[in-house]
């Protein structure tokens, strides 16, 4: 379709349906739920289908696993493509149903071909890209999430995502004193829809409402914008 052959299809789709743009089309549909800590960093509420979001910053993967946690105990398929080898002890406290989650060890240079076949088939990818795609790529890859109506989570900026979160700062409690265990980790997130701080993982391990005051942390694990600490344990 040329650009002056798009152009009354757009003006119909404005008188007609109110649509006067790409990302409109997709305004209708229902964002995916997610837990309703997480529910305001999201423009509307939830995670959008037939669209990018990328998720960076220290404990980006937790706050994605988070995220993807209630549409998977709607037995929503979600999958992982380059995210290493988190603990599944840990994928599991942040309340993801591990019967609807699937990770897959692949190889950086591969991140993009997986996720184009994994898009006909799954309902959410997160994915933390081994590469920057092309424009050409992009193009592609965002067409076909349209297409499918699918939510594609980024780890890494990507051009062409409807919603761009920043983990800003993250501030572990829990060994104040120099002993103990580590509780939870006090999390300021900045979005679209403005600044916003809870705790992931809060006491239970899913994210909870951020206290009134938190005192400032003294312990030597307190992360400063590094990937999340979900490590496998042998």
């Known amino acids: 379709m040329d650009v002056m052959s798009a152009v009354p299809l757009v003006e119909q789709l404005s008188r007609e349906m ?18 309703p800590v997480l529910a305001p960093i999201f423009r509307r509420g939830g995670l959008p289908r037939g669209e990018i979001v990328t998720l960076t910053g ?30 599944v002890s840990s994928i599991a406290d942040l309340g993801v149903d591990l019967d609807h989650f699937v990770n897959l060890a692949t190889p950086a240079e591969d991140w993009l ?26 193009a592609r890859l965002l067409a076909k999430v349209r297409e499918r109506k699918i939510s594609l989570i980024s780890l890494e900026p990507m051009p062409g995502s409807t919603e761009q979160i920043e ?31 809870f705790l992931l993982p809060g006491p239970e391990g899913t994210p909870a409402e ?3 005051r938190v005192p400032a942390p003294t312990s030597v694990w ?5 990937r999340p600490v979900i490590r496998s344990v042998s």
């Open 210 to 212: 951020a206290p009134a």
């Open 113 to 138: 071909r997986v996720a184009s076949i994994l898009i006909e088939s799954f309902d959410i990818l997160i994915v933390d890209p081994g590469f920057r795609p092309s424009a050409g790529e992009r």
């Open 58 to 87: 220290g404990q980006s993967l937790s706050c994605a696993l988070a995220t993807i946690a209630a549409a998977t105990q709607e037995q929503k398929w979600c999958a992982g493509i380059g995210l290493g080898e988190p603990a």
């Open 167 to 197: 983990i800003t700062d993250t501030q572990w409690s829990g060994t104040e004193h120099g002993h103990g265990r580590l509780r939870s980790c006090l999390v300021t997130a900045r979005s679209q829809t403005g600044i916003h701080r």
């Open 222 to 226: 307190e992360e400063k914008g590094e």
């Open 18 to 35: 109110g649509i006067s743009t790409a990302t409109a089309l997709f305004d209708g549909h229902q964002p995916r739920p997610v837990d």
